[in-house]
């Protein structure tokens, strides 16, 4: 059973960061590209980011391009997010996802980390 786990969610002010973490289990994802999205209240889920399995190449949202950087702990299933200089709009819950292609999610996905920006 394949288990997709995210963490460092949490209630930051306008222009801190925050790191989030996602750890996948279960079979071999050595070799797979994974990914971030987000979701905020009453808009569709969002493609933030993606890094490919040797993290020689990353992708990023416009939204997002500047802020955040994607990385990769090789050979870990393990993905980072680090996000700085956060706005309100930046508000969503974050998912991490296995990745069909780089920016194409797999069926397996996290339950999701609530970020929440004040402004």
């Known amino acids: 059973q394949v288990h997709v786990v995210e963490s460092g969610g949490g209630l930051v002010q306008a222009g801190d960061s925050l790191r989030l973490s996602c750890a996948a289990s279960g079979r071999t994802f050595i070799t797979d590209t994974m990914g971030w999205f987000r979701q905020a209240p009453g808009k569709e889920r969002e493609f933030v980011a993606s890094?490919?399995?040797?993290?020689?190449?990353?992708n990023y949202a416009d939204s997002v391009k500047g802020r955040v950087t994607i990385s990769r702990e090789y050979p870990k299933n393990t993905i980072y997010l680090q996000m700085n200089s956060l706005k309100a709009e930046d508000t969503a819950v974050y998912y991490c996802?296995?990745?069909?292609?780089?920016?194409?999610?797999?069926?397996?996905w996290g339950q999701g980390t609530q970020v929440t920006v004040s402004s």
């Open positions: 996802a296995i990745m069909k292609s780089d920016y194409v999610p797999s069926d397996y």
């Open positions: 890094i490919n399995w040797r993290a020689s190449r990353t």
